[in-house]
């Protein structure tokens, strides 16, 4: 069974806005912490947006911050990453993720995710 589907991703100009959603199964998303991770190619995974607390701990990478919003629905089982004012710099895949839950500094790293969606592209020209 698959545990988290992506969608949302595609291309955009620079300055423009994309939103990324993962439907994640009931037991996935009420047991665990969801982040988004991205992967450029040549580059390490990195976090980020991630909930690091069931409470809705944010971490945001330094990067993104001001122009990311990660949320989530819990009637839909679904979370989202709103991406305003891209930039060439943002293409990357990009994964959600399910792990435990171990505060939001160390729910950027990927290491603690056992759940990995197949990842949707996100591309930016300039």
């Known amino acids: 069974q698959v545990q988290l589907v992506e969608s949302g991703g595609g291309s955009v100009q620079a300055g423009g806005s994309l939103r990324l959603s993962c439907a994640a199964t009931?037991?996935?998303?009420?047991?665990?912490?969801m982040g988004w991770f991205r992967q450029a190619p040549g580059k390490e995974r990195e976090g980020v947006a991630v909930f690091g607390t069931r409470g809705g701990s944010t971490y945001y990478a330094d990067s993104v911050r001001g122009r990311f919003t990660i949320s989530q629905d819990n009637a839909k089982n679904t979370l989202y990453l709103q991406m305003n004012s891209l930039q060439p710099e943002d293409t990357a895949m990009y994964y959600c993720a399910a792990g435990r839950c171990v505060g939001p500094w160390g729910n950027r790293l990927p290491k603690n995710y056992n759940y990995w969606g197949q990842g949707t592209q996100v591309t930016v020209s300039s």
């Open positions: 009931a037991q996935i998303y009420s047991n665990y912490c």
